[in-house]
C-alpha cells in the first residue's frame, strides 16, 4: 500500500501501518533541513502522539527511511533524519540507518 503523507488522516493511516509487516517512509528535505510543508500532520501526529495509540500501531514495525534532499545544504536531507528519530521513539525498529540520495548526484 502507497499512502502520500500530504493526504494523512490519524484513523486510516493508523490502520494501514498496523496492518502492514513493513514500513518504508520517503522524504524530502527543504531549505535548511525541514520537511514538505505537506508531511507536517504526519511528522507531528509521530511527535506530539505519546499515548497508547501510536506505541499499539508502531511498537517493534520494521521500518527504514529514504530521504532525498542536497549535499549542498550543511543539514543534507536532514528530514530524513527526524523522522527516523521520531519512529524510534513511537516504538518501531529500524531495519537501516536511514538511506540518502544526494540531488546533486544526479
Same mark, same amino acid.
Given at each position: 500500500?502507497?499512502?502520500?503523507?500530504?493526504?494523512?488522516?490519524?484513523?486510516?493511516?493508523?490502520?494501514?501501518?498496523?496492518?502492514?509487516? &513493513?514500513?518504508?517512509?520517503?522524504?524530502?528535505?527543504? $531549505?535548511?533541513?525541514?520537511?514538505?510543508?505537506?508531511?507536517?500532520?504526519?511528522?507531528?501526529?509521530?511527535?506530539?502522539?505519546?499515548?497508547?495509540?501510536?506505541?499499539?500501531?508502531?511498537? $517493534?514495525?520494521?521500518?527504514?527511511?529514504? $530521504?532525498?534532499?542536497?549535499?549542498?545544504?550543511?543539514?543534507?536531507?536532514?528530514?530524513?533524519?527526524?523522522?527516523?528519530?521520531?519512529? &524510534?521513539?513511537?516504538?518501531?525498529?529500524?531495519?537501516?540507518?536511514?538511506?540518502?540520495?544526494?540531488? &546533486?548526484? $544526479?
Amino acid at each position: 500500500m502507497l499512502l502520500n503523507m500530504e493526504d494523512f488522516e490519524p484513523d486510516s493511516w493508523a490502520a494501514s501501518l498496523q496492518a502492514a509487516s &513493513l514500513v518504508l517512509l520517503m522524504c524530502s528535505t527543504y $531549505g535548511p533541513g525541514a520537511p514538505p510543508s505537506g508531511s507536517a500532520k504526519f511528522f507531528g501526529w509521530l511527535a506530539g502522539s505519546k499515548d497508547r495509540e501510536l506505541e499499539a500501531v508502531l511498537s $517493534g514495525k520494521p521500518f527504514s527511511v529514504l $530521504g532525498f534532499g542536497s549535499s549542498s545544504y550543511p543539514r543534507f536531507a536532514a528530514a530524513a533524519d527526524l523522522l527516523h528519530s521520531l519512529m &524510534l521513539a513511537a516504538g518501531a525498529k529500524a531495519m537501516l540507518s536511514p538511506a540518502k540520495a544526494d540531488a &546533486l548526484a $544526479g
